[in-house]
């Protein structure tokens, strides 16, 4: 039960999109929720897994103006060999939290956003994203985001993924493989939200990724492109300060 625990709060930082909490004044404005994401088993895998996905949105984040400046948490999914064919031999690499800080600004309709977190656990590396994100109020509750996005690693994140070891390869036959610090993927997303009260609401979120550079050329990547779909269900919560 313990466990469970541990990783029910750990999941509740995740990322196809990374978890915020931004104080805004003395106010919290938070979109809290459940729901099951469908993505690839793996970074680079060419099949699908299911997984719950544990909702904390920070609003101020997606629909403020200017300048905001708040943390940004992430959770990586572990790898073991039985998730593809071309992880035979490798090392498993255990579950990842990630924390960090996300700069934004935005005008209007329109916002850009940068992200930086460290790894611990699987990874001890450094990723992040870049991006902007468009907003469309089609209706009082009906709002859509069409967005692009840029994610990146540093060496260490990279080869933690998709790197290959001299002993690996010895094990799986596989090639030994370094990538270097970069991009990794470059990804379109689109997200909607419809409020069924004013402190209830349905999220979707679609994203088509595309592995890029080094991480594109690994030998343990079976498919390039890494889509994902996400539903769920959220209530607002309010906290003042």
Known sequence: MKYALALALAASFSAVTPLQAQVVGRAV???????VE????????????????LILRNRAASDGQGFSVSPSF???GKREASDGDLLDGLEPIDR?????L???????????????????????GVTGAVGLRYRTELSPEMTL?????????????????????????????LPAYAPGAGFNEAAITFEARYALS???????????????????????????????LRLGVVRRFSFGF
Not at 102 to 119: E, I, M, N
């Open 145 to 173: 985001w069409s967005g692009v996005q840029a994610a990146y690693g540093n060496a260490r994140f990279n080869n933690t993924y998709f790197g290959i070891t001299d002993v690996e390869a010895s094990a799986s036959g």
């Open 29 to 35: 404005d938070l979109d809290l929720g459940l729901g």
């Open 38 to 53: 469908l993505g690839p088993s793996y970074p680079g895998a060419d099949d699908g897994a299911e997984s719950p996905w």
């Open 96 to 100: 990842s939290v990630e924390v960090g």
């Open 198 to 228: 004013d402190s209830t609401a349905l999220l979707g979120e679609v994203r088509y990724g595309k592995l890029i550079g080094d991480a594109a050329d690994s030998p343990v990547v079976a498919e390039t492109y890494q889509p994902s």
């Open 74 to 76: 992430g959770l990586k």
């Open 102 to 124: 996300r700069l934004g600004y935005g005008l209007g309709p329109l916002a850009a956003y940068v992200t930086a977190r460290r790894g611990f656990g699987g990874h001890e």
